[in-house]
C-alpha cells in the first residue's frame, strides 16, 4: 500500500477513487509545525547563527503526526501532495521532516484541479521538492514572525493595539488614508439643467451641455435662473454623431478578481467568497461521484491551459455558433505575478451551472456560475455598439442625449453586460428638424465624497501595490477586523479610533513598513529566493539589525497612550475607575489592575411597566438577560424571584404591555394538578422541551413528563 498526503480530508476520498485500491490517502490538517516561541525574544529564531529556526509540532497537530507516523511505518511508499503553491511546498518539507522521508528521493505530486485526467497525469510524472521554494516560505514566515512579534509588544505596551505586520499594518494605512480623504472632502454646489423634448410618438429627456459655446457649468441657483430664462420654446437638431465602440471580454478570474466580482454581484464577504471557492475547488458530490469543479482558486495568473481553450472553443462553436469564437488574450502581468497557475476556471466546459444546480448550495451555484461564465466568455468576441450623440441648439445652449444600439452582443451572450449603459435607443430624427421644448427644470446637486473602500477594493488594491499574496488576502482583512482595527459595514471597510492610532504611531517610527513600495520591494526580495536559496541570509540580515535599532528607539520616544480616569472610583479598593478595549469589546475596569481585577457589569437599567407584582406587589420591571432578550420580573428580586410567562409560553396571550396575567379558558381545565389540588396541569415549554406544569406556578412547582406516544 502506497500513502499519499493531501492538505484537506475533503481531497481525501475523491483523489483515493481516482488512485484506486493500491492508494490510501490522508489528511495533513495544513501546517503540522510551526515556529516555536522559545529562544531570545521567544522569535524562535537564533539570529546569531545565520537565523537559524526552531520548529515545533502545533499542540493540536500531535494527534495527526501520530497517526501519519503509524501510517508511514504500514506504507511501502509515501508520496506527498500537499497545495501547488509556497504553502503547500513547505508543508510536503515539514511532512518529510516529521516522517525522515528524503526531501530529494520523495515523490511530490502537483496538479491544479481535482479530476480523474489530472490526477492521474500527476501521478505518472511526480515531482519532488522544491527546496528554493520552501526556502522563501520560510524567509517569509521568519520576517512576519520577527516583525509581528517585536512590533507587536512594543504597540500593546505603548498604545494598548494589539499586533502589527508586515502586510497587514501597511493594508490598514490604506483604509485609514481613505477616511482622512473622505474627512478632508468639502462638499461643491452645482446646477444641472434638463428639458423634454416630443420627437414623434417618443420623449426624451434631454440635458444643457454647453452655453454660448462653453462646457456648461452652472455653480449656484442664480446662474441657473439666467439660463432658464434664455430657455427658448423650440430646439433644432444640430448634430447627429454616431461611434462604433467595442467592448472586449475580460480576462478569466484571479484570486483579485473573483474576490471583487463576488461583491460587486452578490455582496460577498472576501472571506467567504474564499471558503466557497475552496469547497467548489476540493470538491462536489455530483451523484455518486465526487468531483472538483473549479482549478486552484489562490492564482495571480489569467492564462488558460490549451486543454480548457481547445475544449472551450467547441463547446461555444457546438453552442453558441462560429461568430461567438473569440482570440485567446494574452496575459498581462500584474507587479507580483508569481505566475505559478493558471486562472480561475471550471474543470469541465460540459459541467454546466444548470447542469450542476442541484447539487450545490445556492451561494456555491452563484459563486460556479460566475467562474463558469467568465473563463468560457474570456475566449468569445467582443460586444459592438452603435452609440449616437444628438445636439439640440436654441438661443446659445445646447443640449444633449445619448443613445445606444447594440450591433452585437458578443461575450455578453453568456457572461452579460456589467457595465450596462443607462443610454436607451434614440428615436429617429434629421438635423436642423425643429422640436418643442417643454418643463425645462434646474437642479442642485452636490459633489459626493469618495466612497469607504470594500474589502474587495482592498483587495485590488493590494494586488495592484505588490502587498501580500493570493492566499493571504482574506487572512489579513479577516485579522484587521479581529484586531478591531476595522468595522465593516455592507461589506465597507472603515477604521476604528484604535486605527488610526496604530497608523499614525507606525507612520511616525517605522516609515518604511507603511511604504506600499518598501512592502511590494520585500516581497520582490523574497521571490528572489526561489530563484536562488543563497539570497536568504542577506535579506534577513539587512532588514534584522537596522530593524532592531528602531525597535530599541521607539521604546524610547514612544508616549504612552493616555488613559482618562473616570470620577467614579472602584467599589473594590476605591481606586479609579477607567475605560479600556479589549477582547470582547469596550469596558469599565479598576485603574490599579493588575493588583485590582475589578471589571464594572455593565447592566441595562430596568424599565418600569407599571404593573405590580402579583406575589410580592412590587412595581414590575422590563429587564434584559444575557442573551439580550427582554423579560417581565419583580424589581424586589432577589427577595422575590417571580418572573412573567416564565414557563407559560404556550399560553402566553397577547397582552398589550406584556405584564397582564393570563386567564385559564375552560378548555385549559382538563386535568387537576395532583399536588396542590387547586391548580390544573398545562403543556409549557421549558429548556429541556414540553412538560407538564401547575397553573399555579410559582406557588406549585409540580411537573410531569409527557408520555411520549407508542408507534
Known amino acids: ?133 520552501v526556502s522563501s516560505q520560510e524567509t517569509r514566515r521568519i520576517l512576519d514572525r520577527i516583525i509581528g512579534f517585536k512590533l507587536s509588544s512594543l504597540l500593546q505596551r505603548k498604545i494598548k493595539s494589539r499586533s502589527a505586520g508586515r502586510v497587514q499594518s501597511v493594508t490598514l494605512k490604506l483604509i485609514v488614508d481613505r477616511e482622512k480623504e473622505i474627512r478632508a472632502f468639502v462638499p461643491e454646489e452645482f446646477w444641472t439643467i434638463s428639458a423634454d423634448l416630443h420627437i414623434g410618438d417618443k420623449v426624451i429627456t434631454v440635458d444643457l451641455d454647453s452655453v454660448d459655446g462653453k462646457a456648461a457649468k452652472i455653480a449656484d441657483e442664480v446662474t441657473a435662473q439666467k439660463i432658464l430664462a434664455k430657455m427658448p420654446k423650440q430646439l433644432s437638431l444640430v448634430e447627429i454623431k454616431k461611434t462604433l465602440r467595442i467592448k472586449e471580454s475580460k480576462e478569466p478570474f484571479t484570486t483579485s478578481t473573483l474576490a471583487q466580482e463576488a461583491f460587486n454581484a452578490f455582496k460577498f464577504k472576501t472571506k467567504k467568497t474564499s471558503i466557497i471557492a475552496q469547497k467548489l475547488y476540493e470538491g462536489i458530490a455530483i451523484g455518486d461521484e465526487v468531483v472538483g469543479l473549479i482549478t486552484y482558486m ?67 451555484y452563484k459563486l460556479y456560475k460566475l467562474i463558469y461564465d467568465r473563463a468560457v466568455a474570456s475566449l468569445m468576441p467582443a460586444k459592438r455598439e452603435e452609440v449616437t450623440v444628438y445636439r439640440f441648439g436654441g438661443n446659445g445652449l445646447v443640449f444633449k442625449a445619448d443613445g445606444v444600439v447594440t450591433l452585437f452582443d458578443g461575450y455578453t451572450r453568456i457572461y452579460g453586460d456589467t457595465e450596462e449603459s443607462k443610454a436607451k435607443q434614440l428615436p429617429l430624427a434629421n438635423k436642423d428638424d425643429v422640436f418643442a421644448a417643454e418643463n425645462a427644470t434646474s437642479k442642485q446637486h452636490f459633489t459626493e465624497p469618495p466612497s469607504r473602500y470594500s474589502e474587495a477594493k482592498v483587495v485590488k488594491l493590494m494586488e495592484e501595490a505588490g502587498i501580500g499574496r493570493p492566499s493571504t488576502y482574506a487572512a489579513t482583512i479577516e485579522t484587521l477586523s479581529a484586531r478591531k482595527y476595522v468595522t465593516s459595514t455592507g461589506g465597507y471597510l472603515k477604521p476604528t479610533p484604535q486605527g488610526e492610532i496604530t497608523v499614525a504611531n507606525l507612520e511616525k517610527y517605522f516609515p518604511q513598513f507603511m511604504d506600499e513600495k518598501y512592502t511590494a520591494q520585500m516581497e520582490e526580495q523574497l521571490d528572489e529566493v526561489v530563484n536562488d536559496g543563497d539570497v536568504r541570509l542577506k535579506i534577513l540580515s539587512d532588514f534584522y539589525f537596522p530593524f532592531e535599532e528602531q525597535v530599541k528607539k521607539a521604546y524610547e520616544d514612544m508616549p504612552k497612550k493616555h488613559v482618562e480616569l473616570l470620577e467614579e472610583k472602584c467599589p473594590v479598593c476605591g481606586s479609579p475607575l477607567v475605560e479600556r478595549d479589549g477582547r470582547y469589546g469596550h469596558f469599565i475596569a479598576c485603574s490599579d489592575y493588575p493588583k485590582c481585577k475589578y471589571i464594572k457589569k455593565d447592566k441595562a437599567p430596568a424599565t418600569p411597566t407599571g404593573a405590580m407584582c402579583p406575589e410580592c406587589h412590587k412595581p414590575l420591571v422590563e429587564r434584559t438577560d444575557k442573551k439580550g432578550k427582554k423579560f417581565v420580573a419583580c424589581s424586589g428580586y432577589p427577595k422575590c424571584h417571580y418572573i412573567e410567562g416564565r414557563i407559560t409560553a404556550e399560553h402566553d396571550h397577547d397582552k398589550p404591555h406584556g405584564h397582564t396575567p393570563f386567564v385559564l379558558s375552560e378548555a385549559d381545565k382538563t386535568t387537576p394538578c395532583p399536588d396542590c389540588k387547586d391548580g390544573w396541569l398545562l403543556k409549557k415549554k421549558g429548556k429541556y422541551g414540553e412538560f407538564l406544569g401547575c397553573s399555579n406556578y410559582p406557588k406549585c412547582r409540580h411537573m410531569e413528563k409527557i408520555a411520549k406516544e407508542k408507534k
Open 298 to 364: 489562490r492564482t495571480d495568473a489569467t492564462r488558460l491551459s490549451p486543454t480548457f481553450v481547445s475544449r472551450a472553443q467547441s463547446y461555444i462553436l457546438e453552442t453558441f455558433g462560429e461568430k461567438y469564437l473569440g482570440k485567446v488574450k494574452a496575459e498581462k502581468e500584474s507587479v507580483a505575478m508569481q505566475d505559478a497557475h493558471e486562472a480561475i476556471r471550471p474543470t469541465s466546459n460540459h459541467r454546466t451551472p444548470e447542469s450542476v444546480r442541484p447539487y450545490l448550495a445556492p451561494d456555491e
Open 1 to 133: 500500500m502506497k500513502l499519499v498526503i493531501v492538505e484537506s480530508p475533503t481531497k481525501c476520498h475523491t483523489i483515493g477513487r481516482y488512485l484506486g485500491d493500491e492508494y490510501k490517502v490522508v489528511a495533513s490538517l495544513g501546517h503540522v509545525r510551526d515556529l516555536a516561541t522559545s529562544g531570545k525574544g521567544g522569535l524562535g529564531v537564533n539570529v546569531e547563527k545565520d537565523f537559524l529556526p526552531t520548529y515545533v509540532i502545533n499542540p493540536e497537530k500531535r494527534k495527526v503526526v501520530n497517526q501519519l507516523e503509524k501510517e508511514k511505518k504500514a506504507a511501502e511508499e509515501v508520496i506527498l501532495a500537499t497545495d501547488p503553491d509556497r504553502e503547500g511546498e513547505a508543508i510536503a518539507w515539514h511532512l518529510s521532516q516529521l516522517l525522515k522521508l528524503d526531501p530529494e528521493k520523495t515523490k511530490r505530486l502537483e496538479f491544479h484541479e481535482i479530476t480523474r485526467t489530472s490526477i492521474e497525469e500527476a501521478i505518472k510524472n511526480p515531482g519532488k521538492i522544491d527546496l528554493n521554494l
